[in-house]
């Protein structure tokens, strides 16, 4: 009894000392809430994280919204860390969506918010109109009155049933996004009803180019329906709207999230690779000297250019503009200062650090 005793105590003082303990937040993010008049009063709750110049800089940043962020937010906060710092995507806003209130149950409230059709075995299904209503009319305006959002240039991302509302929502209101990541998208809802709304968004017309990315893992079962929807996708060869679909090796359902929100916002925010000819980048060709009296060096290549920074490192630059050049080694981006027609300097970016240069004769 006296052992029992003990051992009560002993877990006593532990969770008391847990319960005292902070909690873990991510830095670089906040949480927000929102009511919604159009869900009947839900509480959303908002898990938004800003890049590192958003208090400083003018300028109006991509946004993307990612489904289901009560499990996934610390995944694509993660992602976008290691993109960015690669130089893969530019500097985003990342705004997580979730249930709030009092101990929400996300099962029930993502089988309603995300489906867009109401099926018997879900007596709460069929709110994907009403949620995306509220994603238009409410959380769009309210983040891009609070936060230096760019209106123009939004991505929705999801898995499963997150990415069966991303996939619907392409369908039936192309006009909301520029760039859509679906991770194992629920396309057997309802009998393959999504077959129904692609349909007839192919009688519509795109106001603007749609990039698409969209995955399963080679293990899960829903795979053929998969394939073949995607397929669909893909062949279609719709005007303005370029599709990628992969299949995961050795992944599962759960398991798809990272590698497509990872590729995917690296194909959504991919840059032009326009290939200009030698006798283009001709004029870039010379030795640039920065204000601390460090030197870049640029060469032609075929259809690129070469950056020389000392001795040991040499970077292959893509042409994103005449003017723009960019490395996909690690984040660099150099801009050519032309007046005249005459190649005057560069500015050069890398993490953390923007540099002009003066080219020397």
């Known amino acids: 009894m006296k052992k029992i005793f003990l051992v009560q105590v002993i877990m006593l003082a532990v969770l008391q000392s847990t319960?005292?303990?902070?909690?873990?937040?991510i830095p670089g993010s906040e949480i927000r809430t929102i009511i919604s008049s159009i869900a009947g009063g839900q509480e959303y709750e908002l898990q938004i994280l800003l890049p590192g110049s958003h208090a400083s800089s003018n300028k109006k940043y991509p946004v993307v919204y990612l489904m289901?962020?009560?499990?996934?937010?610390?995944?694509?906060?993660?992602?976008?860390?290691?993109?960015?710092?690669?130089?893969?995507?530019?500097?985003?806003?990342i705004v997580g969506v979730?249930?709030?209130?009092?101990?929400?149950?996300?099962?029930?409230?993502?089988?309603?918010?995300?489906?867009?059709?109401k099926e018997g075995r879900l007596k709460q299904s069929g709110g994907a109109d009403r949620f995306l209503s509220f994603m238009k009319n409410e959380l769009f305006p309210f983040i891009e009155n609070n936060y230096k959002a760019d209106?123009?240039?939004?991505?929705?991302?999801?898995?499963?049933?997150?990415?069966?509302?991303?996939?619907?929502?392409?369908?039936?209101?192309?006009?909301?996004?520029?760039?859509?990541?679906?991770?194992?998208?629920?396309i057997g809802w309802d009998r393959e009803v999504l077959y129904k709304y692609e349909k007839d968004f192919f009688t519509k017309k795109l106001s603007h180019p749609v990039r698409?990315?969209?995955?399963?893992?080679?293990?899960?079962?829903?795979?053929?329906?998969?394939?073949?929807?995607?397929?669909?996708?893909?062949?279609?060869?719709?005007?303005?709207?370029f599709v990628h679909s992969k299949i995961l090796?050795?992944?599962?359902?759960?398991?798809?999230?990272?590698?497509?929100?990872?590729?995917?916002?690296?194909?959504?925010?991919?840059?032009?690779?326009?290939?200009?000819?030698?006798?283009?980048?001709?004029k870039y060709t010379g030795e640039y000297i920065f204000p601390d009296r460090t030197r870049l060096r640029i060469d032609p290549g075929?259809?690129?250019?070469?950056?020389?920074?000392?001795?040991?490192f040499q970077y292959g630059l893509r042409a994103a503009s005449p003017t723009d050049f960019y490395s996909v080694a690690q984040f660099l981006n150099i801009r050519f200062?032309?007046?005249?027609?005459?190649?005057?300097?560069?500015?050069?970016?890398?993490?953390?650090?923007?540099?002009?240069?003066?080219?020397l004769d």
């Not at 319960?19 to 937040?25: F, K, T, Y």
């Not at 499990?71 to 290691?82: A, C, E, N, R, T």
């Not at 760039?179 to 998208?185: E, V």
């Not at 075929?302 to 040991?312: D, F, K, Q, V």
């Open 68 to 93: 289901d962020s009560q499990w996934d937010f610390p995944l694509v906060k993660s992602i976008y860390g290691q993109q960015y710092y690669d130089g893969f995507i530019p500097e985003l806003i």
């Open 19 to 25: 319960a005292q303990l902070p909690p873990v937040s």
């Open 302 to 312: 075929e259809n690129s250019l070469i950056a020389y920074m000392g001795s040991n």
């Open 249 to 282: 090796e050795n992944t599962g359902h759960s398991g798809t999230k990272s590698e497509t929100y990872s590729r995917g916002l690296q194909y959504i925010f991919e840059r032009p690779d326009l290939q200009p000819d030698a006798s283009f980048l001709k």
């Open 151 to 186: 209106p123009s240039n939004r991505t929705l991302m999801g898995c499963s049933l997150g990415g069966l509302i991303t996939l619907y929502t392409l369908f039936t209101q192309p006009g909301l996004f520029n760039g859509y990541a679906a991770a194992s998208p629920a």
């Open 212 to 241: 698409v990315y969209m995955t399963i893992g080679d293990v899960e079962i829903s795979r053929p329906g998969y394939e073949k929807f995607a397929s669909t996708l893909v062949n279609a060869n719709y005007t303005g709207l």
């Open 98 to 117: 979730t249930w709030g209130g009092e101990r929400p149950n996300a099962d029930s409230l993502r089988a309603r918010d995300y489906t867009p059709t």
């Open 337 to 359: 200062i032309i007046k005249d027609d005459k190649v005057e300097g560069l500015t050069m970016e890398t993490y953390g650090k923007t540099l002009t240069g003066k080219k």
